[in-house]
């Protein structure tokens, strides 16, 4: 099956300008996940969707960030206006349901690589 | 990740086996599990264990689980430059994967 699709690769913006990250998640999965993983640390959940409904942005600096799953399959992340500190690797996964801890439930996109000058 | 926490460098021999520890606090997690990172690429899942476990094995991977102490570890048997990468270890807590920060293991000739 193919995998967690996301575009673009890489990205550079200026500090102060907007940017979406895309994300296609595996056919029929109906979790989405976006994880911010900053150079040195361990990837940290920023927002998550069971099918089109949130189920969980905490994370998420809301001031600043948007997430949408509109028709409950691919997804968008903005970043508007970006800062400094928002260079990073944003990664996409998707899993079956919600909650699912088994083998199969997590798999992850290759990532957008950030970086704010 | 505050809730998992990780040793963060390892460095190991070529054929030699590779011991990585991971520490967690969330004593209702249902399954942890173990990621491999390789340099710009995304999470690759190795493996995972169900907390009723103590122990599995996977080829050359062998995944030991004390969950009174709250102990996870990672043994990788014969370790080649092909598994110089960052290691993460995770678990579920409800519906959310929490990770660590990461072991960057190298393995050196």
């Known amino acids: 099956e193919a995998g967690v699709a996301q575009s673009p690769r890489y990205k550079i913006i200026e500090k102060r300008q907007s940017v979406a990250f895309w994300c296609n998640p595996i056919?029929?999965?109906?979790?989405l996940y976006w994880y911010q993983q900053i150079l040195g640390q361990g990837p940290k959940l920023l927002i998550q969707?069971?099918?089109?409904?949130?189920?969980?942005d905490s994370q998420l600096p809301k001031d600043r960030f948007s997430a949408e799953r509109l028709k409950g399959v691919d997804s968008t992340l903005k970043i508007q206006p970006a800062k400094l500190e928002d260079s990073a690797v944003y990664l996409c996964?998707?899993?079956?349901?919600?909650?699912?801890?088994?083998?199969?439930?997590?798999?992850f996109g290759s990532g957008t690589r950030l970086t704010v000058v | 990740g505050e809730d998992v926490e990780q040793s963060l460098f390892l460095s190991v021999r070529e054929g030699d086996s590779s011991v990585i520890n991971c520490t967690y606090t969330?004593?209702?997690?249902?399954?942890l599990y173990w990621y491999k990172q390789e340099p710009g690429a995304g999470l690759q899942l190795l493996t995972y264990i169900f907390s009723n476990m103590d122990m599995k094995q996977d080829q050359r991977l062998t995944v030991l689980l004390n969950k009174k102490d709250k102990h996870l570890s990672l043994r990788i048997a014969d370790t080649q430059t092909g598994d110089s990468a960052i290691y993460f270890c995770?678990?579920?807590?409800?519906?959310?994967?929490?990770f660590g920060a990461g072991t960057t293991v190298t393995v050196r000739a």
């Open positions: 995770a678990e579920i807590g409800g519906y959310k994967l929490s």
């Open positions: 969707f069971q099918n089109n409904g949130v189920v969980d």
């Open positions: 996964a998707s899993s079956p349901r919600t909650g699912d801890g088994s083998n199969y439930g997590y798999t």
């Open positions: 969330d004593s209702s997690s249902t399954y």
């Open positions: 056919s029929g999965h109906a979790t």
